[in-house]
């Protein structure tokens, strides 16, 4: 019998162990599972993106415990949303680490690559919920329902203006996991949708999109379409990609809509934006900070609408990266290829 591969979980702390084990009941090699928790405080987690991390952030990080620290030891493969500095220094056997999140700017993907561990990534597993959430608040701004809701409070019956999703153009900035849901259920509502990603050759073709373009053609993308979705990574090439010459292109009741990093909005670029009137309106589930600080100009800058990075639906969420988990682990125990490994090439 081949030796059992060690799987540590430190996220999501509850999870039904008994199911995971018989959905890799047919897996290569046994599985010895060990559910250990281990989260770290967010504001760690963001100051993580942008090392080194203040000595008082780093203290913020959960204690080690006897039982985690033996875990780390045995542990071939690591299920988690945070990983503590040490990491490399408790993990003699380590070889795979699965992101249970989609974004790796918190975790120190360099130094696993130069340690020869692979990351994957949780990308995809939020991707519906997402692209709901997306189609929601569109729907929420051309159908202004929020005059409606002032409506019904003040007991004035007036008709809000309204504008039809259908026949609109949707521009999608990172035709990954997230866009292509976005995508199919823009076209399922009748909008002509036109998409970038990085990965290109001109001519290809997709499904899901009305046109496919490179990632050099942003200003395309921006200046043709009556709403645009952000879906692309955190990388240097993306970062302050909406900026105020890239905002000047949209249309001046377009939306601009993210949900993928706040790094990729000049966000006091985007509120003087909305200020003039020269866009319609913003959707913000993530911004540069979060918390967003209470005196940033966003709270105040007109046709904003905000939320508290809660596109995902972590009902789904959890379910969704556990089957990945799971996929990934008969993969490798196969000596197959990982479902949404990271190259830091991919960064470039």
């Known amino acids: 019998m081949s030796e059992p591969l060690v799987v540590c979980i430190n996220h999501p702390e509850d999870f039904d162990t008994a199911a995971l084990h018989r959905r890799l009941a047919d897996c290569d090699r ?9 989260k770290e405080n967010l504001k760690l987690r963001l100051a993580r993106r942008t090392p080194p991390v203040p000595a008082d952030l780093e203290a913020l990080a959960p204690s080690l415990t006897p039982q985690l620290i033996d875990a780390y030891a045995r542990c071939e493969v690591l299920m988690a949303l945070d990983l503590p500095e040490t990491l490399l220094e408790l993990t003699p056997r380590l070889r795979w680490v699965q992101a249970f999140s989609a974004g790796t700017e ?10 020869g561990i692979a990351l994957t990534t949780a990308s995809g597993a939020g991707a519906v919920p997402i692209a ?60 002509r949708v036109i998409a970038n990603r990085r990965r290109f050759n001109p001519g290809d073709p997709s499904p899901l999109v009305d046109k496919l373009l490179g990632p050099d053609a942003i200003d395309e993308l921006v ?49 003087r934006a909305l200020e003039r009137g020269k866009l319609g309106a913003a959707i913000l589930d993530v911004t540069r900070q979060e918390p967003l600080p209470t005196d940033h100009p966003l709270w105040s800058a007109p046709h904003v609408y905000l939320s508290p990075h809660c ?5 789904t969420y959890d379910h969704q990266a556990l089957e990945l988990l799971a996929e990934n682990l008969q993969r490798y125990a196969a000596a197959e290829p990982l479902r949404n490994l990271v190259q830091l090439q991919d960064d470039s």
């Open 132 to 191: 709901e959430f997306v189609i929601g608040r569109l729907l929420e701004v051309w159908k202004d329902t929020r005059s409606i809701e002032q409506m019904q409070r003040q007991r004035n019956f007036t008709r809000p203006r309204s504008r039809l999703l259908a026949g609109s153009t949707l521009g999608i900035v990172g035709l990954g996991a997230i866009g292509k849901a976005v995508a199919e259920r823009a076209r399922a509502l009748g909008m």
């Open 30 to 38: 046994p599985i010895e599972l060990l559910p250990i928790p281990y």
């Open 106 to 115: 918190h975790l120190p993907v360099a130094a696993l690559e130069q340690a």
């Open 223 to 271: 200046a043709g379409s009556d709403a645009v979705v952000l879906a692309a990574p955190d990388t240097p090439a993306t970062r302050n990609l909406m900026n105020e010459r890239r905002l000047s292109l949209m249309k001046p009741d377009s939306v601009l809509c993210n949900v993928a990093r706040g790094n990729l909005v000049d966000e006091i670029a985007l509120a």
């Open 311 to 315: 596109a995902i639906s972590p009902d």
